[in-house]
C-alpha cells in the first residue's frame, strides 16, 4: 500500500497523467470545488465558511479557489481517461452540478457510460434560510461495467455530516469508506484530484489501497498530511514538474517546479518537508 500526495494544479496534473499514463486507476472518487459553491458564499448561505452577502466581510482563509464549468468538463473527462475499463468514479456535488454530470454522461461522449445519482443524508440540515438542505449528491459514474461487491446497500446512505473544527466542505470517512469498499478491492489503485481535508486518503490507508492525492493549496496539504500522519507507507509530499510557473510570489500556488525563484521564498517548493 501507498499513500502519495502530491502538490500541483489538479487541471494540469491530469492533462499531464493523461499523456504519460492512462487507465492507471481502479477508481476515483472527488469533491471537486465547483463554481457553485461561490453563488452561496456570495448571498451569505455558508457562514460557517466564511461567506456573507457583504463581499468585504467575507471571510477568505476559510475559502478555497473553484473551478469553472469548463474546467470540469476538462477535468471530468481526463478523469475518466484515467480510469482503467470497468471501474467506477464518484463525484460529490450539488442539485445543479449534479444536473451538469447527468446531461454530459447521458448527451455528450464522454469516456463515462452509466450514470447513477446516490443521495447523502446527512442526518441535519446545512445550508439555507428556507427548506434546508439536509442532503447532498453522489453522482457514481461507470466505465464499462464493474460489478458492486455489495448489492443490497441503498442509494441513499444516512451518515452525520463533519462538524466542528474541520476542513471545509470536508466529508465523513465514514460515507467514504462505503463508497471505497463497495468499489474497490485491497491493492486497487485510488485517486482524488482535490483531496482537500485528506479523507479518501485516510480510507485508502484505512483498507490497504492505494491512493494519488492532489491538491494545489498549502492549507490542504497540510492538513492531508495531519490527518495521514503516523501511517508508515506515506510516501513523500511533493509538486507536479510543469511547464507553466508564475514568477510571482503571490501567485504562484505550487503548479510547477520549472520556476527558477529561491524556494526559500517562493511558494513552489521542490518539496514538503
Known amino acids: 500500500m501507498r499513500i502519495e500526495i502530491i502538490q500541483a494544479d489538479a487541471l494540469l496534473w491530469l492533462e499531464t497523467e493523461v499523456r504519460e499514463r492512462p487507465a492507471s486507476f481502479d477508481c476515483i472518487i472527488t469533491d471537486p470545488p465547483y463554481w457553485t459553491l461561490d453563488k452561496w458564499r456570495n448571498v451569505g448561505t455558508t457562514t460557517r465558511l466564511g461567506g ?3 463581499a468585504t466581510k467575507q471571510r477568505d482563509e476559510m475559502w478555497f479557489d473553484t473551478i469553472d464549468a469548463d474546467d470540469l468538463w476538462e477535468a471530468f473527462n481526463n478523469l475518466g481517461l484515467l480510469l482503467k475499463k470497468n471501474s467506477h468514479a464518484y463525484f460529490f456535488a450539488d442539485c445543479e452540478v449534479q444536473a451538469t454530470l447527468n446531461n454530459w454522461v447521458r448527451e455528450s461522449e464522454t469516456p463515462f457510460n452509466y450514470v447513477k445519482n446516490l443521495v447523502w443524508d446527512k442526518e441535519d440540515a446545512g445550508m439555507g434560510y428556507h427548506w434546508r ?3 447532498e449528491y453522489v453522482v457514481m459514474l461507470e466505465k464499462g461495467k464493474r460489478r458492486l461487491n455489495d448489492l443490497a446497500l441503498p442509494d441513499v446512505q444516512r451518515c452525520k455530516r463533519v462538524q466542528g473544527n474541520h476542513y471545509p466542505t470536508e466529508k465523513p470517512l465514514a460515507l467514504i469508506e462505503t463508497l471505497l ?3 474497490t478491492h485491497e491493492g486497487e489503485r485510488v485517486l482524488d484530484p482535490f483531496c482537500g481535508s485528506g479523507v479518501v486518503g485516510l480510507a485508502c490507508q484505512k483498507h490497504g489501497r492505494d ?3 492532489i491538491d494545489k493549496s498549502d492549507a490542504a496539504i497540510a492538513w492531508t498530511k495531519r ?3 503516523g501511517g508508515p507507507l506515506l510516501a ?7 511547464p507553466q510557473c508564475s514568477q510571482d510570489a503571490q501567485d504562484c500556488a505550487g503548479r510547477t517546479n520549472g520556476c527558477e525563484n529561491d ?4 511558494k513552489c517548493e521542490r518539496s514538503l518537508k
Open 236 to 242: 513523500a509530499a511533493k509538486v507536479q514538474e510543469g
Open 133 to 135: 438542505a439536509r442532503h
Open 181 to 183: 469498499l463497495n468499489s
Open 263 to 266: 524556494v526559500r521564498d517562493h
Open 227 to 229: 490527518v495521514l500522519e
Open 211 to 213: 491512493a494519488v492525492l
Open 52 to 54: 456573507h452577502r457583504d
